[in-house]
């Protein structure tokens, strides 16, 4: 039997940890490099800017300042401020893990369209998880002049374990509800239906997995590497395909008259014969793309009856938006 807490062990797995963060590092910096364009057009006003896009944001770059931290704090050969770094580090990674529940769950929010119940349960549900996030930074560490390190002296790692169980529980709700939404409930066969959803069934399945696997690990408790082994790989995880999400909705464009809302369309073909002319209700669609949402446009129009269908009178237009960024953004 393996003795977790020998020093072989303990050596082998801190060099696993440090070359496995490493590498996180290096994908999560591809990530984010080649999805800068979509940042770029933010911030520039060629997309426009809408609040939860505030939870986008704050997403990746925690990350990747934590990402950036935790390689410091391991390579570093000078003595540095532990406490202060390590401290940084935690929060920025726990909040991470937070933030994309809260990027997926506004996508939630926005297919149940502003539903009072799910809004009021969902946040309910992010003030608890935010509740634990902001007491796991509560830790010490030092720097150990004979190592040359910095070393980790006391961590509540319960704590951290409860977090991971809280999110791992918040992905997988998260999940049904779109499921129950857009699979069973709506069947619908739209564009944007089918790509939220198998969208939903991957991206969902990938963040619970790795919080799942995180959350073992810790309650395993085989010694004090392996129990953070794979708090990083989950946060990576989660906030890739959290950010992945919201850039795909986002830019989403349909190229028919096909779109998602909780009322029901209806297209009319109305016909008559004889002297009293034709009556038709046609309806003109397109897909419109605007860089804060998915828009698409329904047009109507009405021949007068008693007109010949060689020379059609317009009689009515109506217009209908439907703006599932919008939907999000009133949350």
Not at 258 to 277: A, D, Q, V
Request: hydrophobic share 45%.
């Amino acid at each position: 039997m393996v003795d977790w807490n020998s020093l072989g062990e303990l050596t082998v797995d801190s060099e696993i940890f440090i070359k496995l963060n490493h590498a996180l590092l290096g994908l999560y910096a591809w990530e984010w490099f080649i999805s800068l364009p979509f940042d770029y057009d933010v911030i520039t006003g060629r997309k426009p800017f809408r609040w939860p896009l505030v939870f986008y944001f704050a997403n990746r770059y925690l990350l990747l300042s934590a990402m950036a931290g935790i390689a410091v704090a391991l390579d570093s050969k000078r003595e540095l401020n532990c406490q202060a770094i390590y401290t940084f580090n935690q929060f920025a990674g726990d909040a991470a893990v937070g933030l994309a529940s809260i990027n997926l769950s506004l996508r939630t929010l926005a297919i149940w369209s502003q539903n009072r119940w799910i809004k009021y349960m969902l946040i309910a549900i992010i003030l608890g998880h935010w509740s634990l996030i902001l007491q796991g930074f509560n830790l010490k560490a030092h720097w150990d002049h004979t190592l040359n390190t910095c070393i980790l002296t006391v961590s509540n790692n319960r704590l951290l374990a409860a977090t991971f169980t809280y999110s791992m529980a918040f992905d997988l709700l998260v999940f049904l509800l779109n499921a129950y939404k857009l699979g069973v409930r709506r069947k619908s066969s739209s564009k944007l239906s089918k790509m939220i959803f198998k969208d939903g069934l991957v991206y969902f399945f990938i963040a619970f997995l790795f919080n799942l696997v995180a959350t073992v690990f810790m309650f395993l408790n085989l010694n004090s590497i392996m129990v953070i082994m794979f708090n990083v790989p989950a946060a990576v995880a989660s906030t890739v395909v959290a950010t992945r999400a919201v850039r795909r909705l986002t830019n989403f464009t349909t190229t028919g008259p096909e779109m998602y809302s909780t009322g029901n369309t209806s297209g009319n073909y109305r016909s008559h014969s004889g002297n009293r002319g034709i009556s038709a209700s046609r309806g003109g669609a397109r897909g419109l793309t605007h860089s804060g949402g998915v828009h698409v446009q329904m047009e109507t129009f009405v021949r007068a009856e008693g007109d010949s269908p060689t020379s059609p009178v317009e009689l009515k237009t109506n217009t209908s938006d439907y703006d599932i960024e919008a939907k999000g953004a009133a949350f």
